[in-house]
């Protein structure tokens, strides 16, 4: 069975206070691990998607990195609108659904 | 170009009522997935659909619940005779085809009192 773990459950930051957040994972022939967003009440936001080991993907302060047991999201000078639950989810080969890791909150204080 | 829609936003049952939550997907979408969230906990995958056809419903719970595709207008999930335990946030999500992204609607909270 896949298994996904985030960590930190949360994690409060500084404004400008750099930080990485964990996914690790256990599947069966990795065929994509997703970083989403979810803000409160709201739907998830996709971010990245990460194929291959080493691979690595930016968008804004955001940096996604992949290896073979494990995934980062850097967060680099982090804003308060920063602040959010950030989801990890892989999908396997031959497969289609995304199993989501529990999540680790993001709080960013100005 | 409009995201996943999903209706109603929130939705209030008492219990032994049935509850039916709506998804359009993106323009262009033939595949759609349900997800359920419970408090505290991750999105858990339900069911996953493409037009007229259920491709993998493993992660719906096999009395109570099921779900649509219609050739025409959105994909339902209903659940019959809601009990408490049916309180969740639903997402929906869509993708132009198999093993690509996903993209999440803002979701169905169910309430049952």
């Known amino acids: 069975e896949d298994q996904v773990t985030q960590s930190p459950e949360a994690l409060r930051l500084q404004e400008g206070e750099s930080s990485s957040l964990n996914c690790s994972y256990t599947v069966s022939g990795l065929r994509g691990l997703f970083w989403y967003r979810q803000d409160p009440g709201k739907g998830p936001e996709f971010l990245f998607t990460l194929y291959s080991a080493g691979e690595e993907k930016e968008k804004e302060r955001l940096k996604a990195t992949l290896t073979k047991k494990e995934s980062f999201l850097h967060i680099t000078a982090p804003k308060p609108e920063d602040s959010a639950t950030y989801l990890c989810?892989?999908?396997?080969?031959?497969?289609?659904?995304?199993?989501f890791g529990a999540g680790t909150t993001v709080t960013v204080r100005a | 170009n409009a995201g996943v829609m999903q209706n109603p936003r929130h939705l209030v049952r008492r219990r032994g009522q049935e509850a039916r939550l709506r998804c359009s997907p993106m323009k262009g979408h033939s595949h759609v997935y349900w997800y359920r969230q419970l408090p505290e906990e991750g999105l858990k995958f339900m069911v996953y659909l493409q037009k007229e056809n259920i491709i993998d419903e493993s992660g719906m719970p096999k009395e109570r619940f099921s779900a649509e595709f219609p050739k025409e207008g959105p994909s339902i999930l209903r659940i019959q005779q809601v009990v408490r335990g049916d309180s969740a946030a639903y997402f929906c999500?869509?993708?132009?085809?198999?093993?690509?992204?996903?993209?999440f609607g803002q979701g169905t909270r169910l309430t049952v009192v």
């Open positions: 989810a892989v999908r396997r080969s031959n497969d289609y659904k995304l199993s």
């Open positions: 999500a869509s993708s132009p085809g198999q093993g690509v992204e996903a993209f």
